[in-house]
């Protein structure tokens, strides 16, 4: 996982590693926010896979099925997206519910979807953080 901070993001794939350093690149060019970066991926998410990559790893990585997910602070609040290479119409489909392990307690959750967290998904990692010894986990 790579946090944007600046834009308020949070983003992570499924596949090999390296396509998390391409996406991160991607969006930080492309998006100042959430809108932007949904807006981003919906229009070029094939033009990013089927781009020429001089890193081995990172060309390796697009070649291959990925899903990438995107959190973060939407104008409505809390907001996910995720799109996936295994799908036939590579179509952006948002996230309704969230996970998060391990768990915070309810006075966090009540910040969170108020959108006390001035920062987002960081600020539920501090959280997270004050709360646990791992924090991280989301999806």
Same mark, same amino acid.
């Given at each position: $996982?790579?946090?944007?901070?600046? /834009?308020?993001?949070?983003?992570?794939?499924?596949?090999?590693?390296? !396509?998390? @350093?391409?996406?991160?690149?991607? =969006?930080?060019? %492309? /998006?100042?926010?959430?809108? @932007? !970066? =949904?807006?981003?991926?919906? *229009?070029?998410?094939?033009?990013?896979?089927?781009? &020429?990559?001089?890193?081995?790893? &990172?060309?390796?990585? $697009?070649?291959? #099925?990925?899903?990438?997910?995107?959190?973060?602070?939407?104008? %409505?609040?809390? !907001?996910?997206?995720?799109?996936?290479?295994?799908?036939?119409?590579?179509?952006?489909?948002?996230?309704?519910?969230?996970?998060?392990?391990?768990?915070? #307690?309810? #006075?966090?959750?009540?910040?969170?979807?108020? @959108?006390?967290?001035?920062?987002? =998904?960081? @600020?539920? $990692? /501090?959280? *997270? !953080? /004050?709360?646990?010894?791992?924090?991280?986990?989301?999806?």
């Amino acid at each position: $996982m790579r946090t944007l901070p600046w /834009a308020k993001l949070a983003i992570s794939v499924r596949g090999y590693h390296a !396509a998390l @350093g391409v996406f991160e690149r991607m =969006i930080s060019m %492309n /998006a100042v926010n959430y809108a @932007g !970066a =949904i807006s981003f991926i919906a *229009q070029n998410f094939d033009k990013i896979l089927s781009a &020429e990559y001089d890193d081995p790893a &990172e060309a390796h990585a $697009m070649r291959n #099925d990925l899903e990438l997910y995107v959190v973060g602070w939407s104008d %409505n609040g809390p !907001a996910g997206f995720w799109i996936s290479s295994y799908q036939l119409d590579r179509k952006v489909q948002g996230i309704s519910q969230a996970h998060i392990s391990p768990m915070v #307690d309810r #006075d966090a959750q009540r910040q969170l979807a108020s @959108g006390a967290f001035k920062d987002g =998904i960081p @600020g539920l $990692m /501090a959280a *997270q !953080a /004050a709360q646990h010894v791992f924090v991280g986990g989301w999806g």
